[in-house]
């Protein structure tokens, strides 16, 4: 039985042979299904071969009836051509075209070649040749000749030139467009309208459409050039072949003029008719819209027969030639009324459109309101709102890069805190100074600022003493004092030890310093799954365990939002993960989950603090104050931001770590407070809307092998 089930299958994988099925009939079930799926398999294979065969043809003579074959293929594949240049509906969807225009133009001069070497030779070149050059011209080898010399006119002045020039002119738009489109992609991307996807796909269509109409220039002339060399043919086919019938055959010289002709004339028909169905196509594939809307049947529907009026004025056109005397009534008559119908038929169809919109209308018309009405109620994530003034520094058309510097901005944002920040729509509001900005989180204002256009904003890092010439200013971002300085003075004040920004740069940076200070604001349970999701394709077994019931996805937001509020970036998300995994088990607590993650992430935070040498310089807290924080703690149920302390207490801490900021700055260090892990969080909540600059880290945090260098301490009066 094995055996048995081993021959069924071998049967039905090779395709079954000759033989009986089971009720004693023959059939005969051919392999044909198995050898298309074998050719399917290997196109490549067979792309090869037809090449070769091409060239085969150019040398080795060919039968007649195989010579009738390859003339008869090369007739159905310009067919087949042409119906697929009618239904496209873009021109990228037949990218194959120049190539394959180029091995049609080469198979139909091999044809050529053979054809020459049978008549020449023969006298005979199979019986598509004899047919067309009987039936088709009636056998009269002059009208053959006229009707052959019309159709290369045809191809060659009217079609292959035009088509030849728009390929040229669609080339070199499309080149010169690319710019433009490729900005304007930037900027969609920029505004959110679309995502990064999107935008990589428009930008690889905007290539391939460059490519396709560059080679479509380039095999246009390929079809100009066969056009020629046909015309050439034939002239030495009628020349050598009557000199060939009068010397070597012995033919009379009307028999010779006339059997050659023919001949020839067939011979060039047969082969210029698909050669002009083949132009007619490639005009027709460089003329296709690039819109991408619809086939060509349904655009001329549309656009030729979509406006009755028009068919209309045509019926009554024809219908008044008719009726003029000497010309023929029934033609123009019977076009009359097949006008006038088709334009009733236009009326018709369009009155039904318009009643069934109305009856749409009066069915539902809250729904359709409803609908209009959410479009107000969506609020974007990020907005940066500008005056009519800075409208140049976001309009590339007039130069303006800041879309650019937005795309940038996010990627360094993903670098540095490991999130990613939604698209920022920029819009013009009129009711702004025109040099004024403001930046929006969720509707809500959460910056603003102003420049000036055509200055350069100076900022002095505290050791310059040169004055220069401008508008005193502060710097947006740091809050810094900086100076509003002409062009002109650009040189001489990097030379005095200004950093000097361009406008653009200023804006730049200044939302970026408010997109890491409200990067906690930014992160909610949507961006959090994104990037949960984004986790579990490359990290499995963590999906596993990360189930809602066990570590709601609300948790890790906060978790999330408590690191970035503290200026930790999450990028490292498996160790995050990992670690809540861990302990959650132990605690549903946001705070000391919290702590336990950044002891998690300890190498992640002191690299962030350390120097050049690798020291993390720190204010140090007094043990009377350390212990009274932690006596507010034990005493109270519910800790606030001032942990019960009295209000001398609190002035007194303000006092004395301004007094360590101020010591910190001078030299050169980030003010940063290092404590026990008992009262690092409730610190930090304690001093941050004041001293929202300073961090504070504790000791179990920090890796042992970290140095760490008090510059100052704070001590609090009791």
């Given at each position: 039985?094995?055996a048995?089930?081993?021959?069924n299958?071998?049967?039905?994988?090779?395709?079954?042979?000759?033989?009986?099925?089971?009720?004693?009939?023959?059939?005969?079930?051919?392999?044909?299904?198995?050898?298309?799926?074998l050719?399917?398999?290997?196109?490549?294979?067979?792309?090869?071969?037809?090449?070769?065969?091409?060239?085969?043809?150019?040398?080795?003579?060919?039968?007649?009836?195989?010579?009738?074959?390859?003339?008869?293929?090369?007739i159905?594949?310009?067919v087949?051509?042409?119906?697929?240049?009618?239904?496209?509906?873009?021109?990228?969807?037949?990218?194959v075209?120049p190539?394959?225009?180029?091995?049609?133009?080469?198979f139909?001069?091999s044809?050529?070649?053979?054809?020459?070497?049978?008549?020449?030779?023969?006298?005979?070149?199979?019986?598509?040749?004899?047919?067309?050059?009987n039936?088709v011209?009636?056998?009269?080898?002059?009208?053959g000749?006229?009707?052959?010399?019309?159709?290369?006119?045809?191809?060659?002045?009217?079609?292959?030139?035009?088509?030849?020039?728009?390929?040229?002119?669609?080339?070199?738009f499309t080149?010169d467009?690319?710019?433009?489109?490729?900005?304007?992609?930037?900027a969609d991307?920029n505004a959110?309208?679309?995502d990064e996807?999107?935008?990589?796909?428009?930008?690889?269509?905007?290539?391939?459409e460059a490519?396709?109409?560059?080679?479509?220039?380039?095999?246009?002339k390929?079809?100009?050039?066969?056009?020629?060399a046909?015309?050439?043919i034939?002239?030495v086919?009628?020349?050598?072949?009557f000199?060939i019938?009068?010397?070597?055959?012995?033919?009379?010289?009307?028999?010779?003029?006339?059997?050659?002709?023919?001949?020839?004339?067939?011979?060039?028909?047969?082969t210029?008719i698909?050669?002009?169905?083949?132009?007619?196509?490639?005009?027709?594939?460089v003329?296709?819209?690039?819109?991408?809307?619809?086939?060509?049947?349904?655009e001329?529907?549309?656009q030729?027969?979509g406006?009755?009026?028009?068919?209309?004025?045509?019926?009554?056109t024809?219908?008044?030639?008719a009726?003029?005397?000497?010309?023929?009534t029934i033609p123009?008559?019977?076009l009359?009324?097949?006008?006038?119908?088709?334009?009733?038929f236009?009326t018709?169809?369009?009155?039904a459109?318009?009643?069934?919109?109305e009856?749409?209308?009066?069915?539902?018309?809250?729904?359709?309101q409803?609908?209009r009405?959410?479009?107000?109620?969506?609020?974007?994530?990020?907005e940066?709102?500008?005056?009519?003034?800075?409208?140049?520094?976001?309009d590339?058309?007039?130069?303006?890069?800041?879309?650019?510097?937005?795309?940038?901005?996010?990627?360094?944002?993903?670098i540095?805190?490991g999130i990613?920040i939604p698209?920022?729509?920029?819009r013009?509001?009129?009711?702004?100074?025109?040099?004024?900005?403001?930046?929006?989180?969720?509707?809500n204002i959460?910056?603003r600022?102003?420049l000036?256009?055509?200055?350069l904003?100076?900022?002095?890092?505290?050791?310059?003493?040169?004055?220069?010439?401008?508008v005193?200013?502060?710097?947006?971002?740091?809050?810094?004092?900086?100076?509003?300085?002409?062009?002109?003075?650009?040189e001489?004040?990097?030379?005095a030890g200004?950093t000097?920004?361009e406008?653009?740069?200023?804006?730049?940076t200044?939302i970026?310093?408010?997109?890491?200070?409200?990067?906690?604001r930014?992160?909610g349970?949507?961006?959090?799954r994104?990037?949960i999701?984004?986790?579990k394709?490359?990290y499995?077994?963590i999906?596993?365990?990360?189930?809602?019931?066990?570590?709601?996805?609300?948790?890790?937001?906060k978790v999330?939002?408590?690191l970035?509020k503290?200026?930790v970036?999450?990028?490292?998300?498996?160790?995050?993960?990992?670690?809540?995994?861990?302990?959650?088990k132990?605690?549903?607590n946001?705070?000391?989950?919290?702590?336990?993650?950044?002891?998690s992430?300890?190498?992640?935070?002191?690299?962030?603090?350390?120097d050049?040498?690798?020291?993390?310089?720190?204010?140090?807290?007094?043990?009377?104050?350390?212990?009274s924080i932690i006596?507010a703690?034990?005493?109270?149920?519910?800790?606030?931001?001032?942990?019960?302390?009295?209000?001398?207490i609190?002035?007194?801490?303000?006092?004395?770590?301004s007094k360590s900021?101020?010591?910190?700055?001078?030299?050169?260090?980030?003010?940063?407070?290092?404590?026990?892990a008992t009262?690092?969080?409730?610190?930090?909540?304690?001093?941050h809307?004041?001293?929202?600059?300073?961090?504070?880290?504790?000791?179990t945090?920090?890796?042992?092998?970290?140095?760490?260098?008090f510059i100052?301490?704070?001590?609090?009066e009791?």
């Amino acid at each position: 039985m094995a055996a048995a089930a081993r021959r069924n299958t071998q049967a039905l994988e090779g395709g079954l042979t000759n033989g009986k099925n089971g009720n004693g009939n023959n059939f005969a079930s051919p392999k044909t299904p198995g050898i298309l799926k074998l050719l399917s398999n290997n196109t490549d294979v067979l792309v090869a071969i037809g090449a070769i065969a091409i060239i085969t043809v150019l040398v080795l003579p060919l039968p007649t009836f195989l010579l009738d074959m390859l003339l008869t293929l090369n007739i159905t594949l310009s067919v087949i051509v042409l119906m697929v240049s009618i239904y496209l509906l873009h021109p990228l969807e037949f990218s194959v075209f120049p190539g394959l225009l180029l091995i049609l133009t080469l198979f139909r001069l091999s044809l050529n070649v053979a054809s020459t070497r049978l008549i020449l030779g023969e006298a005979f070149a199979g019986d598509v040749i004899q047919a067309f050059g009987n039936f088709v011209v009636s056998g009269n080898y002059v009208v053959g000749f006229v009707i052959f010399i019309i159709l290369v006119i045809i191809q060659f002045i009217v079609i292959v030139k035009g088509s030849g020039r728009i390929s040229e002119v669609a080339a070199r738009f499309t080149l010169d467009a690319m710019p433009g489109k490729q900005m304007a992609i930037d900027a969609d991307l920029n505004a959110g309208m679309i995502d990064e996807i999107t935008a990589r796909n428009r930008r690889q269509q905007i290539m391939k459409e460059a490519d396709f109409y560059g080679a479509m220039d380039g095999a246009s002339k390929f079809v100009k050039g066969d056009a020629i060399a046909g015309l050439i043919i034939n002239v030495v086919n009628i020349i050598g072949g009557f000199i060939i019938g009068m010397v070597q055959k012995g033919f009379g010289f009307q028999e010779a003029l006339e059997k050659y002709t023919l001949l020839t004339i067939g011979d060039g028909l047969v082969t210029q008719i698909p050669a002009l169905v083949v132009a007619t196509a490639a005009g027709i594939v460089v003329t296709r819209s690039s819109s991408g809307g619809s086939t060509l049947d349904v655009e001329l529907k549309q656009q030729l027969f979509g406006n009755p009026k028009v068919l209309y004025v045509a019926s009554a056109t024809l219908f008044f030639f008719a009726i003029i005397p000497g010309l023929p009534t029934i033609p123009f008559l019977l076009l009359s009324v097949i006008s006038g119908g088709i334009g009733f038929f236009v009326t018709s169809e369009k009155v039904a459109k318009a009643e069934a919109k109305e009856r749409e209308k009066l069915i539902a018309p809250e729904i359709v309101q409803e609908d209009r009405l959410e479009e107000y109620l969506q609020v974007d994530p990020l907005e940066l709102e500008v005056g009519y003034g800075l409208i140049s520094i976001v309009d590339e058309s007039q130069g303006g890069d800041l879309f650019k510097r937005i795309g940038v901005l996010r990627k360094q944002i993903a670098i540095d805190l490991g999130i990613i920040i939604p698209a920022i729509r920029v819009r013009d509001n009129l009711q702004l100074e025109p040099n004024e900005y403001i930046f929006k989180l969720r509707g809500n204002i959460i910056g603003r600022g102003a420049l000036r256009l055509g200055r350069l904003l100076a900022m002095s890092p505290g050791t310059v003493e040169e004055k220069i010439e401008g508008v005193d200013t502060t710097d947006p971002a740091f809050g810094l004092p900086a100076l509003w300085i002409s062009e002109r003075d650009r040189e001489r004040a990097e030379m005095a030890g200004y950093t000097v920004v361009e406008p653009s740069a200023v804006l730049t940076t200044h939302i970026h310093e408010i997109l890491k200070q409200n990067a906690h604001r930014i992160i909610g349970r949507q961006e959090t799954r994104k990037l949960i999701e984004n986790l579990k394709k490359d990290y499995p077994a963590i999906a596993e365990e990360l189930t809602p019931e066990f570590l709601p996805q609300g948790i890790i937001q906060k978790v999330l939002q408590n690191l970035l509020k503290e200026g930790v970036p999450v990028r490292d998300l498996v160790t995050i993960l990992e670690s809540l995994i861990d302990y959650a088990k132990v605690t549903k607590n946001i705070d000391v989950l919290t702590e336990y993650v950044r002891h998690s992430l300890s190498d992640t935070i002191s690299r962030l603090y350390q120097d050049e040498r690798g020291i993390i310089h720190g204010i140090a807290v007094g043990s009377k104050f350390e212990q009274s924080i932690i006596s507010a703690i034990q005493s109270q149920k519910e800790v606030g931001p001032s942990l019960g302390l009295s209000p001398s207490i609190i002035r007194s801490l303000q006092a004395s770590l301004s007094k360590s900021i101020d010591i910190a700055i001078t030299g050169g260090f980030l003010p940063i407070i290092i404590c026990s892990a008992t009262i690092r969080p409730y610190l930090f909540r304690m001093i941050h809307s004041t001293f929202s600059n300073v961090s504070v880290l504790s000791f179990t945090e920090l890796p042992a092998e970290v140095e760490i260098e008090f510059i100052s301490k704070i001590e609090v009066e009791q």
